[in-house]
């Protein structure tokens, strides 16, 4: 009678639908000793696991710490690329007289990140210099120009960073342009 | 031989000893842990990295208008540490108007007000003149809208996670000369 062996029905479902190997082990009475469907994982398999989870743990960290020093250096790109540009529209207000005089427009200057923090930190700290050079071309009016050029230097970490920034200025050009 | 459950000659299955059952908790508890730790952590790391994207996008976005307006714009009509006023280059009045209460910065013309900038925890506005002094790039400031030429203005945007801001701040300063104003 089924109602009398459920086992052997099960066993016997088991082999019906081909799955002869699902058939429930039978415990020995000295223990589980001989049953070899009921092994664990093998010390191989589990080193092989052990070595994928950590590969991917490492992968998934260097990506976070990729991320955020790309990050990093973006913010600290943008940053340099504001001081720049706030120098170079100060040039507007120079009028030719001082931009040919020597030493009226300062050559070098320091920022920092974050110049209107409370406190000391202020992040990092952007140093640059201005240079005021003839226009490399020689025309009829070349002496009426000259070539200014923005650089800006810090560092990210350990790596040495720079951005430069360069444009013409002419005698009686936009700085005398009063609306 | 078949085990049956209804022999009294069978011996029962064994189950879990306390110290086995000590040792899987412990085991679990351990890899749970981990997992949550993982978890919170590149939770973190992708919110952080989210937000600073959308910070930096916004902040781009807003700069850059505050820029063209003020470039174009015919004249300063008032200025406050909060609040800019101008003249724009078709004669209407344009504003921008930052709310330390809600953290926002504000562009209104013509009766049309638009958010730029939110989580907006500093901002500032400052006039300047025109006329550079010798051996410095700083720029006198006045208080006078008619005798401004150069708007200086600093903002720093934040967002957090968990109670932290860190890596989740946008700095930005400019300074903007009104190409029309003169004097």
């Known amino acids: 009678m089924f109602c009398g062996r459920p086992r052997a029905v099960a066993d016997a479902l088991l082999e019906a639908m081909g799955l002869e190997n699902m058939k429930l082990q039978t415990l020995t009475p000295s223990g589980l000793s001989g049953s070899a469907g009921a092994a664990g994982f093998s010390l191989l398999e589990v080193t092989v696991g052990m070595g994928v989870i950590g590969m991917t743990a490492a992968a998934l960290f260097s990506g976070f710490t990729s991320g955020f020093f790309n990050m990093q250096m973006a913010r600290e790109n943008l940053r340099a690329t504001q001081i720049m540009l706030e120098k170079t529209e100060t040039i507007r207000l120079y009028n030719w007289s001082q931009i040919t005089s020597n030493g009226f427009i300062p050559a070098t200057f320091t920022e920092a990140y974050d110049p209107h923090a409370s406190g000391t930190n202020h992040g990092i700290v952007y140093t640059g210099t201005v240079s005021i050079a003839n226009v490399p071309f020689t025309n009829s009016y070349s002496a009426n120009m000259r070539l200014i050029t923005v650089r800006v230097s810090w560092r990210t970490g350990e790596l040495d960073r720079s951005r430069e920034f360069s444009t013409f200025v002419s005698r009686d050009g936009l700085q005398d342009y009063i609306f | ?183």
Not at chain 2, 10 to 29: D, H, K, N, V
């Open chain 2, 1 to 183: 031989m078949d085990c049956r459950t209804t022999s009294s000659k069978c011996r029962p299955r064994a189950g879990f000893a306390l110290i086995e059952a000590l040792f899987a908790i412990g085991i679990t508890g351990l890899v749970l842990a981990a997992l949550a730790s993982v978890s919170t952590l590149s939770g973190r790391s992708f919110a952080a990295l989210g937000n600073y994207v959308e910070l930096d996008d916004k902040n781009r976005i807003a700069i850059d208008t505050l820029t063209r307006d003020i470039r174009g714009a015919n004249r300063v009509t008032a200025c406050t540490t909060n609040s800019l006023t101008l003249e724009d280059s078709d004669g209407a009045a344009l504003t921008y108007s930052y709310s330390p209460t809600t953290m926002t910065l504000s562009r209104s013309k013509s009766g049309v007000s638009t958010v730029l900038l939110r989580d907006c925890e500093r901002f500032s506005f400052e006039m300047c003149l025109r006329t550079p002094q010798s051996g410095t790039y700083d720029l006198p400031v006045t208080t006078d809208p008619s005798l401004c030429k150069v708007i200086n203005v600093s903002w720093l945007c934040s967002r957090t996670i968990l109670g932290l801001r860190q890596n989740t701040e946008s700095v930005q300063t400019a300074r903007i000369v009104i190409r029309k104003q003169g004097s």
